[in-house]
């Protein structure tokens, strides 16, 4: 079958690489793709949001599938418009998309479903939004209601910061009408993890775990990010664990949803805030996460197209993916600037050196061809992604690559999977 792809990042292109395995799967085509993505797959260049563009393009590959990785063409309504095509897409309607495009509809969604998160307040007026945070005090977080990149949460340490986010956002609109409303919420202190489960609108398989970290510098120190590395599994999910994720947050997300008439189809990732051995929900988003993604699918042994597939035919009940045993971690290869306006258009060296080693995959995000040279294009640039016997292993074999390839003004953390290694240190010791 042709499979058509949306999106044009790391995500993406470790989507294109595992469809491409598939014996099922005859074509790929990615819009727009990237010049890694484009070494497995037809690249059209045609914008991730450009709805109308994508049908066209669906109708004129024969595309069978059609899988979405970033969320704001969710938000828009692609799969609303590729069903009302007959077109097989594999994600949610607008409807559902709201669970991340309004962090209000979630919190009011996960208060009425009695789905642990953190206790807040919306507001749409700043003098009102102080005085909640007046009374309640700091740490305290603020969010913008709407899609802004990532961007748009503060976790302010003193009121006089949290006053100044609230200024930020709905008197000098810092994210246009994204931050018209924020929702502001109480601090919670513990360990983050991500949790993706693949819905098929009733049932639920939740996917291997995988740890994220979201700050830029070394120690989870500096401005949060889109993610500057991830791992997986991560050892905080155990399964007792995953028991509790699947029972108190993602059978009630997904029943809430089918019951609101908003039923969810595609990956659901909750993001979470393990706290004294209870898991929070911190956000929902309806799509893969960027860079938990290329950890992941690095270790999927089933075929992702009878996944999809199940997902979109209601079919995954009883459906039990495997999973290569082996831990897997992935580095995330920045520009200067980043998470700033980042500084683009430099060349980048030793990606010949790295091609053809086993067990390492290396996503391309942010770049682009010129001349026949790929150089940068973006903030988030390579994801350096490698399987191991030992996380350890997985994260010395994904270095051994990075410290191959440069280019300047490149920055990345050196500490991926911190958390996992210091733990099981302590569990050695
Ligand atoms: P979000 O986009 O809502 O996941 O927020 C981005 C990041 O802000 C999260 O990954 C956390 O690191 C942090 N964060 C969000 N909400 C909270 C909270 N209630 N308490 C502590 N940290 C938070
Ligand atoms: N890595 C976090 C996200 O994809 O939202």
């Known amino acids: 079958m042709n499979v ?3 999106g044009g990042g790391g995500r993406e292109h470790a989507l294109v690489w595992k469809l491409a395995q598939s014996p099922r799967v005859r074509r790929i085509i990615a819009a727009p793709g990237n010049p890694g993505i484009a070494q497995l797959a037809h690249c059209r260049p045609i914008a991730a949001d450009n709805i109308n563009g994508l049908l066209a393009l669906a109708k004129e590959e024969h595309a069978n599938l059609t899988i979405v990785g970033p969320e704001q063409p ?9 069903q009302h095509h007959d077109r097989r897409c594999v994600g949610p309607t607008a409807r559902a998309a709201q ?12 208060q009425k479903y009695g789905i642990p998160t953190a206790h807040y307040g919306v507001f749409t007026e700043a003098r009102a939004a102080k005085s909640f945070v007046r009374s309640e005090g700091a740490p305290i977080v603020i969010k913008a209601d709407g899609l802004a990149q990532g961007k748009g949460v503060v976790v302010a340490r003193t009121v006089e910061e949290a006053e100044t986010a609230i200024d930020a956002m709905l008197r000098f609109r810092a994210f246009g009408a994204a931050g018209g409303r924020v929702v502001i919420e109480e601090y919670l202190a513990g360990e ?20 994220d970290h979201k700050r830029l510098c070394d120690g989870d120190q500096g401005p949060n990010t889109g993610g500057m590395g991830a791992y997986s599994p991560a ?35 909750a993001g979470l805030m393990i706290v004294d051995h209870e898991p929070y929900v911190l956000e929902f988003n309806v799509r893969l996460g960027d860079p938990e993604a290329q950890a992941l699918l ?43 306006g980042p500084v683009v258009g430099r060349p980048i060296h030793g ?21 026949e040279e790929i150089r940068t294009s973006g903030g988030r640039v390579l994801g350096v992604t490698a399987l191991g016997v030992t996380l350890q292993e997985a994260v010395d074999h994904a270095y051994g690559a990075v410290r191959r390839i440069r280019w300047e003004g490149m920055q990345y953390r050196r500490d991926i999977g911190h958390n996992a290694l210091r733990r099981s240190g302590e569990e050695g010791r």
Request: hydrophobic share 50%.
């Open 235 to 269: 050892p905080i999910m155990n399964e007792a664990m995953a028991e509790k994720v699947r029972a108190r947050i993602i059978a009630p997300a997904v029943e809430g949803l089918r019951r609101e008439g908003r039923p969810f189809v595609g990956f659901l990732y």
């Open 74 to 82: 969710l938000a828009l309504g692609l799969v609303d418009a590729f």
């Open 298 to 340: 690095i270790r999927l042994r089933s075929d992702l197209v009878e996944l999809l597939l199940a997902a979109a035919d209601k079919g995954l009940h009883g459906v039990t993916p495997v999973w290569d045993e082996r831990p897997s971690a992935c580095v995330v290869m920045a520009s200067e600037g980043y998470p700033g």
């Open 192 to 211: 983050e993890v991500s949790c993706i489960a693949l819905v098929d609108g009733e049932h639920a398989i939740l996917l291997e775990s995988a740890q």
């Open 351 to 371: 990606l010949e050196r790295v091609v053809g080693l086993e067990d390492l995959c290396v996503f391309h995000s942010g770049t682009a061809l010129h001349d």
């Open 99 to 110: 669970l991340e495009a309004s962090k209000s509809f979630a919190k009011i969604f996960m």
């Open 4 to 6: 058509l792809v949306v």
